[in-house]
C-alpha cells in the first residue's frame, strides 16, 4: 500500500471513529427503542481482488433488522465506504441510493441526516 492510500486508510477510520460511529449509535438506540435491531460491521483496505463486495476500500456498514426479520432475510444496510482513488466517503443504501463526501468535509450533521433520511425511507416502505 503505498503512503497515499495508507493515509487516507487511517483517516477514514479516523472519521468512522469520531465522526460516523456516534451517530451511528445513536440511530440504533433509536430502532431499539422502536423494536428493531441494527448491527455494525466494518471491512478492511484491500487492494486484492479478495471475493468480498465489489468495493476494494474500507467499510463500515449498519445493517438493520427490522422486528420480526429472520435471520435469512435480507436486511436493509447503510455503507459508509472510503473511496481511495476520490479520498472521499460515499455512503451506499442497501436500495440504490448513493451520496458521496470529501471525507474532510463529511461531519456529524452529514452523517445525522444521511442516517434520518435512510430510516426516514425504511420506514415509509419496510418498517
Known amino acids: 500500500m503505498d503512503q497515499d492510500t495508507s493515509l487516507f ?6 472519521k468512522c ?3 460516523i460511529r456516534p451517530e451511528i449509535d445513536s440511530a440504533i ?6 423494536g428493531h435491531d ?3 460491521s466494518t471491512q478492511e483496505y484491500s487492494a ?11 467499510s463500515l456498514t449498519f445493517a438493520l433488522r427490522p422486528a420480526g426479520a429472520r435471520d435469512e432475510d435480507a436486511h436493509p444496510s447503510l455503507v459508509f ?8 466517503v460515499d455512503i451506499l443504501a442497501s436500495d440504490g441510493r448513493k451520496t458521496s463526501y470529501d471525507i474532510a468535509v463529511l461531519g456529524p450533521a ?6 434520518d433520511d435512510w430510516l ?3 420506514a415509509v416502505s419496510a418498517l
Open 48 to 58: 486484492a481482488a479478495d471475493g468480498l463486495p465489489a468495493h476494494a476500500g474500507p
Open 29 to 34: 438506540s433509536k430502532v431499539r427503542g422502536a
Open 9 to 14: 486508510v487511517q483517516a477514514f477510520w479516523v
Open 81 to 88: 465506504h472510503g473511496d481511495v482513488a476520490r479520498q472521499a
Open 120 to 122: 426516514a425511507r425504511l
Open 110 to 115: 452529514q452523517v445525522r441526516a444521511e442516517l
Open 38 to 40: 441494527g448491527q455494525v
Open 17 to 19: 471513529r469520531e465522526v
